[in-house]
């Protein structure tokens, strides 16, 4: 009876204290970082609008690429969307009454209804493109993408589907603060203000101005993501699928695709090119190699030869295989990966190569002695010293 030993409950119990404390304290370190990653990201979402003059690139790029294609169509426009076109405006009816499309275009018969639609498609583009009320103009160069790839919806390719997708996304983007008709007004005002002082608005119009700002930040911000999603998806499925077959996986994919007749706008550059089997299966696999990499190589400056590849990658599909607009759409999807920072180094390294040379292109009628330096005393006398 006394040599015997009673638990040791205390002990126990605050080691179960212990334990009960860290993970109370794991759970509330897990529940800080939480938090505060949702803060970083609601930041980011409100805070300020993100990649404004890749948003303008986008809309410039696309404005331009659809407005050449009207043009480039304009001779062949009834055969593709007119009225007495094969797909004739009752079939279009009663495909868009089983896939839920829509077009303007088929809301007459009357060939002068047609021609004016192209006409401010045309004129739509054109403003789109020079960032005109951007805001309102993004609407209507969306109806008219939609409305002319709906209306003859079989004779599109891959390229008039991105086209289509962008046009919707860019709806949301304020992607008319940069380089644009609108920036440039804004600038005008801001300086044909001044100094002077910003007039008092009550707390309503204040909070409704602030309301307003947070929205429009928002959708642009979630328009850009889509974008970016859209092309990571577009290269990763495109990759993925290659992989699937076996003549990526052999070397020879592109090798077939330059022998079609099809593909074929300069038969002898391909055929030059196809005489090169080896630097064909290299390309083939950079190809899927980066294609299926694309969406974890866009951190850093990785990024940047990637790109420069792909540009690379899409020049030759448009010359080799006859896709430019295939290939312009890529082109400018890819854009949206680049910052801010780079196309305001444009313009910089513009600005310095054109004084650079300026400054070594003689002036004419103007001789300068060996030795001496112009002044402002006229030309050719030597630069005074004090």
């Known amino acids: 009876m006394g040599n015997e030993q009673t638990p040791q409950l205390p002990s126990t119990a605050a080691s179960s204290d212990r334990a009960e404390g860290r993970e109370t304290s794991l759970s509330g370190a897990a529940r800080r970082w939480l938090l505060d990653r949702i803060s970083a990201l ?23 690429l659809y407005l050449v294609f009207l043009l480039r169509e304009f001779p062949h426009r009834d055969e593709i969307w007119g009225p007495h076109a094969p797909w004739t405006p009752a079939l279009a009816q009663q495909l868009f009454d089983q896939t839920g499309w829509y077009s303007i275009l088929v809301l007459s018969d009357s060939r002068a209804y047609f021609e004016l639609c192209y006409v401010l498609a045309v004129i739509t583009s054109a403003l789109f493109m020079l960032g005109w009320r951007t805001r309102v103009l993004s609407l209507l160069f969306a109806v008219v993408v939609t409305s002319f790839h ?20 860019l709806v949301l983007t304020a992607c008319g603060r940069r380089w644009s008709l609108d920036a440039r007004r804004a600038r005008l005002r801001t300086a044909r203000a001044g100094s002077a002082q910003e007039p008092v608005r009550s707390f309503a119009a204040q909070q409704l101005r602030d309301a307003r700002t947070t929205l429009t930040t928002v959708l642009h911000n979630c328009g850009l993501f889509l974008i970016a999603v859209q092309v990571c998806f577009l290269y990763g499925s495109a990759g993925l699928y290659k992989i699937q077959g076996t003549t990526w996986g052999g070397g020879t994919a592109l090798h077939y695709a330059l022998n079609l007749e099809l593909f074929q706008p300069w038969p002898a550059l391909s ?116």
Not at 42 to 59: D, F, I, K
Not at 155 to 161: A, I, L, P, R, S
Not at 292 to 299: C, Q
Request: hydrophobic residues 50%; charged residues 10%.
């Open 150 to 169: 709906a209306r003859a919806i079989f004779v599109t390719d891959g390229g008039d589907n991105l086209v289509l997708l962008m046009s919707l996304y």
């Open 42 to 64: 609601w930041t980011l979402l409100t805070g300020r609008p993100v990649s404004l003059y890749a948003a303008s690139v986008l809309r410039i790029g696309y404005g331009l």
């Open 271 to 386: 055929h030059l090119v196809v005489g090169y089997p080896m630097v064909i299966a290299i390309a083939g696999y950079v190809t899927v190699l980066l294609q299926v990499a694309f969406p974890f190589v866009l951190f850093g400056r990785l990024k940047y030869p990637v790109l420069t590849v792909l540009l690379g990658m899409h020049i030759g599909i448009a010359v080799l295989m006859g896709l430019p607009l295939f290939s312009g759409a890529m082109i400018i999807a890819d854009a949206v990966f680049l910052p801010d920072r780079f196309y305001t180094f444009l313009p910089q390294l513009w600005r310095r190569a054109t004084q650079r040379t300026g400054a070594r292109r003689p002036v004419p009628g103007r001789a300068v002695r060996p030795g001496s330096v112009p002044s402002q005393g006229g030309p050719g006398l030597p630069h005074p010293r004090p």
